[in-house]
């Protein structure tokens, strides 16, 4: 799976682009909509569970990343922007199942560009601290973003598919 992954300790950001062989709506839907969101936001052997979601400005997104043994790990995104079908932002948060943040966290901003019926998708998180960039780059999420987008290719071939 091709996808381009850039680390920038100086400005404590990490970029990913990654080219769609679909067009934009379809791949917009499945960054907006928890119920295609939960089928491939967690790489192997994790699962997402949505439990509360209201894609908004001032809105949010409340899940977990499930392990197969029930383990949950809570995460919360809330919107700050959203220019619908070419870009959201977003506040993201580890938390608690009570949505008690575990601070500090990481802005998000995602842009969605369309030629030719293909789809790029370039996502730039920043981080208040060199800390939590390093810890996250640490514990895998290079490796961890690359199965997500790995899912999210394959469920956008099977919605495609569907829509014929």
């Known amino acids: 799976m091709q996808m381009d992954f850039v680390v920038n300790k100086e400005t404590k950001t990490v970029t990913i682009t990654k080219n769609f062989a679909y067009e934009r709506a379809l791949v917009w839907d499945a960054y907006t909509k928890p119920e295609i969101l939960d089928q491939w936001w967690a790489p192997k052997p994790l699962s997402s569970r949505t439990k509360e979601m209201n894609f908004e400005v001032g809105g949010r997104r409340f899940y ?20 619908p079908k070419t870009n959201f932002k977003f506040f993201n948060a580890f938390a608690d199942e009570d949505e008690n943040l575990e601070l500090p966290g990481s802005d998000w901003d995602l842009n969605f560009v369309e030629q030719d019926g293909k789809t790029t998708v370039t996502t730039t998180i920043y981080n208040e601290s060199l800390e939590r960039l390093e810890r996250m780059i640490e514990f895998g999420f290079r490796e961890g973003t690359m199965g997500q987008l790995q899912n999210l290719e394959e469920l956008l071939a099977t919605l495609k598919q569907a829509q014929k």
């Open 64 to 83: 977990a990343m499930v392990s197969p043994d029930g383990g949950e790990r809570w995460s919360v995104q809330r919107y700050t922007s959203i220019t």
